[in-house]
């Protein structure tokens, strides 16, 4: 990944859904080209489900950590979704980060959060998150697009990674940290993974980040709670992640910093780090979020 390269992921995604929402039906559906089977869901939280798929043929589908694949909604679902809820949509398909090494292929997770509609709004949830979490079974087929996306963690430079994410933005990170320690990159680079929700029982996947923790002398694992409540019994980092983040980094530094999460946090994490010294060159991001 090039430095001028970098930042352009957000505005490729929403090229990409613009073409792919400028075009026919018909081709669009031809960019679905992947199928592949749940193998395995899992509630990882209240509202964070973890779905293990297999690919049917993965003769041609790599991806490389830290990359994404759109996922396509049946017809048949979007259409009842518009009876029910009196929209219009017409094809359905959401962008979804693996969230696992790519050296299990065929077998790939996704890690996908429930978009419930906003407090106070009369408008429908999310539609692709609610197939997945309401609609989806084991033995179902979803329909995917090729894997596409620059994020990834430069291996091996010797100087330090610090990873920032929010909420479902910490899917990416699970498949790059299984492929970083996989290769043993950890070795030469001190790695800090900052991680916030808003209460402890958002933190999905927080057992394993603390084995880890306890397991590789260079991981480090920094989780922070925006709203943790009385049982939380939490004696971490409280307030938004980038206050965590403040009071962790030391600068100057010569880090390179990987963001995931809702484009406010993108952006008061980016404050963060300039002030620290960790210049827009170094700075790598999705901004992961339900519209
Ligand atoms: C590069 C990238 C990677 C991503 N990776 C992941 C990932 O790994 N895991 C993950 O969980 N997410 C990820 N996302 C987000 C994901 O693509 C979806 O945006 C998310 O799942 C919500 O999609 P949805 O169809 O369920 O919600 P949508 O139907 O798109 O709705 C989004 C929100 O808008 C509300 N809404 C609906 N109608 C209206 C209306 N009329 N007015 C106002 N609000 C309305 C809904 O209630 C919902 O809260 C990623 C996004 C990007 C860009």
């Known amino acids: 990944m090039n430095h001028t390269s970098v930042n352009r992921i957000f505005c490729l995604v929403g090229l990409f859904t613009l073409i792919l929402l400028g075009t026919k039906n018909s081709l669009a559906s031809g960019l679905f080209e992947f199928k592949a089977e749940v193998v395995k869901i899992e ?164 057992d394993q980040f603390v084995a880890w923790d306890q397991s590789k002398p260079k991981f480090h694992y920094i989780p922070g709670l925006s709203r943790p409540q009385p049982q939380d019994n939490w004696k971490g980092e409280t307030g938004y992640i980038q206050l965590a983040l403040d009071k962790h980094l030391k600068g100057p530094s010569g880090a390179h910093a990987y963001l995931a999460g809702p484009p406010i946090m993108i952006r008061e994490v980016e404050k963060v780090l300039r002030r620290k010294g960790i210049t827009k060159d170094r700075t790598y991001y999705d901004e992961i979020e339900a519209r």
Do not use: C, M
């Open 43 to 206: 509630d990882l939280t209240h509202n964070v489900r973890r779905v293990g798929l297999r690919l049917k043929s993965s003769k041609g589908f790599t991806f490389t950590p830290g990359q994404y694949t759109f996922v396509r909604i049946p017809k048949s679902f979007v259409k009842k979704w518009n009876q029910q809820y009196k929209t219009s949509h017409g094809e359905v398909f959401r962008p979804y980060s693996f969230a696992s090494s790519s050296s299990h292929l065929p077998l790939f997770d996704l890690i996908i959060k429930l978009a419930r509609a906003p407090r106070g709004k009369d408008v429908p949830p999310g539609i692709a998150s609610t197939f997945i979490h309401s609609h989806l079974k084991v033995g179902n087929q979803l329909e995917l697009s090729a894997p596409t996306g620059d994020l990834y963690l430069k291996p091996d430079t010797g100087e330090p990674i610090i990873i920032v994410a929010g909420g479902s933005g910490a899917a990416p990170f699970v498949s790059l940290l299984q492929y970083f320690f996989e290769k043993d990159f950890d070795k030469n680079n001190e790695i800090y993974f900052f991680f916030g929700v808003r209460s402890k029982r958002d933190l999905f996947l927080h």
